[in-house]
Nanobody, 114 residues
Framework: QVQLVESGGGLVQSGGSLRLSCAAS????????MGWYRQTPGKQREFVARITSGGSTYYADSVKGRFTISSANAKNTVYLEMNSLKPEDTAVYYCNAVSRTSDWGQGTQVTVSS
């Protein structure tokens, strides 16, 4: 099982930026994919972005051109640079890592005020 620790959430005004970080540890198997998902009350968790161990990136249409996912593989760390934030980006953001299992972080709150 992979332990994931997220950081970087907070309160920002519309149009602002935030950078989320997620550090993975404890896996005895290679981590193949790391990604970010988000969830608001009463809604299902939704995909935001992911990056493979080979460096391929994928984004939800709602964040393309505004969010950038990157990784420091040697440190098993993934980042989410969020620019031009909108109130609808407000959510709890969860880090996910896929190795032999799919594991989740505890979540970090992102609030965008209008």
């Amino acid at each position: 099982q992979v332990q994931l620790v997220e950081s970087g959430g907070g309160l920002v005004q519309s149009g602002g930026s935030l950078r989320l970080s997620c550090a993975a540890s404890g896996s005895i198997f290679p981590v193949n994919v790391m990604g970010w998902y988000r969830q608001t009350p009463g809604k299902q968790r939704e995909f935001v972005a992911r990056i493979t161990s080979g460096g391929s990136t994928y984004y939800a249409d709602s964040v393309k051109g505004r969010f950038t996912i990157s990784s420091a593989n040697a440190k098993n760390t993934v980042y989410l640079e969020m620019n031009s934030l909108k109130p609808e980006d407000t959510a709890v953001y969860y880090c996910n890592a896929v190795s032999r299992t799919s594991d989740w972080g505890q979540g970090t709150q992102v609030t965008v005020s209008s």
